[in-house]
């Protein structure tokens, strides 16, 4: 029974990405190399080049525009011929040609479908080959390789009586697709052929010599490898279930614009690449000093790879972990080699390492002791391979970084934590109180970061405020909202707002905590009274004490307070009389109104006395002269440093503060100065 094979249907299930359009070209120039081995030259007697053939009607365009402002574009490229001057194409190889997924070269990694990667990226393939036949004699071969009709060949004159084997590729047509996406200039081309075969040139015996010619450009692949090349190749091995893999180290000055790599190879040919970049502590950018540097490589060859890459070169038919129930004990699973290749990539390339992972830890360390003082409790914890940072990494990603390792701390904190409360079967006391202290310390470590992150948002909230007051360069200064949402955002209660967004601390300790707090809300809106105003104080809170104070007997003060806050904008000075005008009237104004409605807890407990409850009335804002005169006609008295006014209304039984807001930056700042000096923080 005969089985028809289709070869359109192969050639469109044959997997090649765009930006992979020179692999047809790679393939070639593998081919020619095998040819070369074939025929048993000596590998310095190996000749292949590589013609770059462009688009003429583009090549026209391109010189006209020469006369153009502006760089011109290359012209495109139509096609690649490659040349060689190995065995030829014989009727053996004619055959294995003939046949999809021919194993003739399978004892050297060819899986019979390079030549389905031609028609993916080209219309179709030209050859013209020189052999010498089974006679002894030499023959001539040409045909064609294209969609739909597969080969078809052509007149095959004899050979010229002095000319040698070998075979030309004539790849045209180069489809749009995979044009446009790879590279186009001589160099480039040459240097991703070069990337591309390297291997072949650091393996034992070398490679062939190999040009590639673009009109009178021309380049040597010998001469890239010497500009390439940081030092000699080093080659290393190791076994895994029994499985020999071996290593070759390489170090390629920085010119190849390219990450450090692993080159997984399968029988002389490079077939997938792996980026190195972060999963090697320290390894990152360039390595070696500032006036000579290079990237790493590592080509990875075993025969056990030979044995399971894909069909088209791409990849390997490898479980990817230990754990699938197909993994056997004789198989090698994907991620067990490549921990086991970057644990050896690591070791060689540790004393150029060192540099990078000291710059790394030094950014760590400056990130922590300048910005973020609550991570240094947690840094002294983390083992250093996993602060050897990108030096280059931004403050966001640093930061994010270590929070997830203070996060990691606070689970094990709490799983350990529950570990901790009994002792285990047959664990002794000195055992147990040492977990014990072990824990504690732990969590000491952890409760610091988390006070000393808290001291370090103060620090912040005090800058801008100091940044808020100042005029800008236009003359203006800052909206009291400005102000008003750094103290607290507006339109939030304290049942929609996290308790770190309070800071109220700002203007006094004691009022950040509270029952409740309302910013720029509407009294009706507030569950702690049942007044039907619209009115919006800036602030308003609502203290409540656990017992009543006991003043003289059967005089006791109520269970509650009132705090309201008026913000004005830095340096108005339009002040007048009248609650609409005057920020002193506003407040004694918010008071009365809270007052006036039957007032209660946040959880809805009734306050006793709630038309007595005593109220503590602060205005922020600059002292104007009108601002001043409203203090004096209230009857406040002026304090010590001439920077606000105080006073009580026993009428409203009420406290009021006018605060200026240089004495609310400078109090605050004298109030949290001891901490940030502890921490390390700068203080102006």
Not at 287 to 316: I, K, N
Not at 482 to 496: E, F, R, V
Not at 583 to 590: A, N, R
Not at 631 to 643: F, K, N, P, R, V
Request: with cysteine.
């Amino acid at each position: 029974m005969s089985i028809t094979t289709n070869l359109s249907g192969r050639i469109r299930n044959t997997k090649l990405a765009y930006n992979r359009g020179l692999m047809p070209l790679f393939e070639a120039v593998q081919n020619s190399i095998h040819a070369i081995e074939d025929a048993d030259l000596p590998v310095a007697s190996g000749r292949i080049t590589v013609l770059i053939v462009r688009d003429p009607q583009s090549a026209l365009a391109y010189e006209n525009a020469s006369n153009r402002p502006g760089p011109p574009s290359v012209p495109d490229i139509s096609g690649f011929k490659i040349r060689d001057n190995g065995i030829g194409f014989s009727d053996h190889h004619m055959t294995s040609f003939e046949t999809l997924d021919s194993d003739l070269k399978a004892a050297i990694g060819g899986r019979g479908v390079g030549r389905l990667l031609w028609l993916k990226a080209f219309d179709r393939a030209s050859l013209d080959s020189v052999y010498v036949d089974e006679s002894g004699a030499k023959a001539r071969r040409r045909f064609t390789f294209s969609l739909p009709n597969g080969v078809t060949t052509g007149v095959s004159p004899p050979p010229d009586r002095d000319s040698h084997t070998g075979t030309e590729v004539l790849l045209e047509g180069f489809r749009p697709r995979y044009r446009d996406a790879s590279r186009k200039t001589t160099d480039a081309i040459a240097s991703s052929l070069f990337e591309h075969c390297l291997w072949y040139f650091v393996r034992q015996g070398g490679a062939p010599n190999i040009l590639i010619a673009d009109g009178e450009d021309t380049v040597n692949l010998d001469a890239v490898y010497e500009e390439h090349m940081y030092s000699s190749a080093s080659a290393d091995t190791f076994a895994i279930n029994g499985h020999d893999f071996e290593l070759t180290h390489i170090k390629l000055r920085s010119t190849i614009s390219r990450s450090h790599y692993i080159g997984w190879c399968a029988s002389n040919r490079l077939v997938d690449e792996e980026n190195l970049a972060g999963k090697i502590p320290g390894l990152y950018g360039r390595l070696g000093d500032e006036d000579d540097q290079f990237l790493y490589a590592c080509y990875v060859t075993s025969a056990y790879l030979d044995d399971r890459v894909l069909p088209e070169r791409t990849g390997f038919m490898m479980q990817e972990t230990e754990s699938s129930d197909f993994f056997s004990d004789n198989d090698v699973a994907k991620d067990q080699l490549t921990n086991e290749v970057i644990g050896r990539a690591a070791e060689y390339l540790a004393p150029d390492l060192q540099t990078s992972r000291d710059a790394g830890l030094s950014r760590v360390q400056d990130f922590v002791t300048r910005q973020k003082p609550h991570y240094r409790p947690i840094v002294a914890r983390i083992p250093d391979e996993a602060l050897y940072v990108d030096p280059t990494i931004s403050d966001k990603d640093l930061d994010v970084l270590l929070h997830k390792h203070k996060s990691e701390s606070e689970t094990q904190l709490l799983s350990r934590g529950h570990e901790v409360m009994a002792p285990r079967e047959d664990e002794n006391v000195d055992d147990y109180e040492a977990r014990v202290a072990d824990y504690l310390q732990l969590a000491d470590d952890i409760k610091r970061s988390d006070l000393a992150e808290y001291v370090s948002h103060r620090k912040v909230i005090l800058d801008l405020l100091r940044v808020a007051i100042e005029r800008s360069e236009d003359g203006s200064y800052a909206r009291e909202d400005l102000i008003h949402g750094l103290i607290m955002p507006m339109q939030k209660d304290s049942n929609s707002i996290e308790f770190q967004r309070n800071n109220l601390w700002l203007i006094s300790e004691r009022l950040t905590f509270h029952d409740f707090l309302a910013s720029d809300k509407e009294l009706r809106s507030m569950a702690i009274t049942d007044s039907e105003e619209r009115k919006r104080p800036d602030l308003l809170a609502l203290n409540v004490f656990d017992e009543s104070i006991l003043l003289t007997e059967g005089d006791q003060l109520p269970l509650a307070s009132i705090v309201v806050v008026e913000i004005k904008r830095p340096m108005r000075n339009d002040a007048s009389a009248g609650e609409e005008r005057d920020p002193i009237e506003q407040t004694l104004g918010y008071l009365r109104r809270i007052r006036a409605g039957e007032m209660q807890t946040a959880n809805g407990r009734p306050i006793p006395q709630s038309s007595s409850v005593p109220g503590y009335c602060y205005v922020l804002c600059d002292l104007t002269p009108r601002i001043t005169a409203r203090c004096e006609l209230a009857g406040l008295q002026i304090t010590s440093d001439h920077m606000g006014y105080f006073g009580y209304n026993p009428a409203l039984r009420a406290y009021i503060q006018v605060i200026s807001f240089d004495q609310l930056l400078r109090s605050a700042s004298e109030r949290n100065r001891a901490f940030f000096d502890q921490l390390g923080l700068p203080t102006n």
